[in-house]
């Protein structure tokens, strides 16, 4: 084991930071003979990975939140302010992952259905009802999911930043 991957193995953060000084240095004089190639291929398709995990993440507990506000009316008094926070938030990320990796917009897409079934069962935990309270198919489109302004009674003009 070469002494960049023991570093790898024994101090991750130390070695991200020595690696790009390295990759700073590679281009700098065009030698890359000090560069730990492997390792660095690995964590940049980790941080990929780790992309996807947080719009996985984030989309679900928006989907949840939707959820909640269209089948549980009887919640909203005390939790449309938080339901709407939660809701604007995610979506305001979700749009600027979206935004910063296009390349991201089709995985969303792929997910949607799956993530849903998941947010299904997580909104009947948090709203103390029956799985089936919730519809099997998703009552809206990824495209509303993401819209400020679905639903409208959720997010009247004022709330829609």
Known sequence: MDRSSAAYDEDFYAWTQAQ???LRR???ERNNAPVDWE???EEIESMGRSQKSEIDSRLGVLLVHLLKWLFCPDLRERCERGWRLTVREQRKKLLKDIKDSPSL???IAD???E????ARLRAAVEADVPD???PVEPPFTL?????????AELFPPEWRV
């Open 111 to 113: 997910v949607f259905a």
């Open 132 to 134: 089936g309270h919730f």
């Open 26 to 28: 590679a281009g700098a």
């Open 39 to 41: 390792n660095v291929a």
């Open 115 to 118: 993530v849903y079934s998941d």
């Open 105 to 107: 917009r089709p995985y």
């Open 143 to 151: 495209d509303q999911a993401l819209d400020p302004a679905y639903p």
């Open 20 to 22: 790009a000084q390295e």
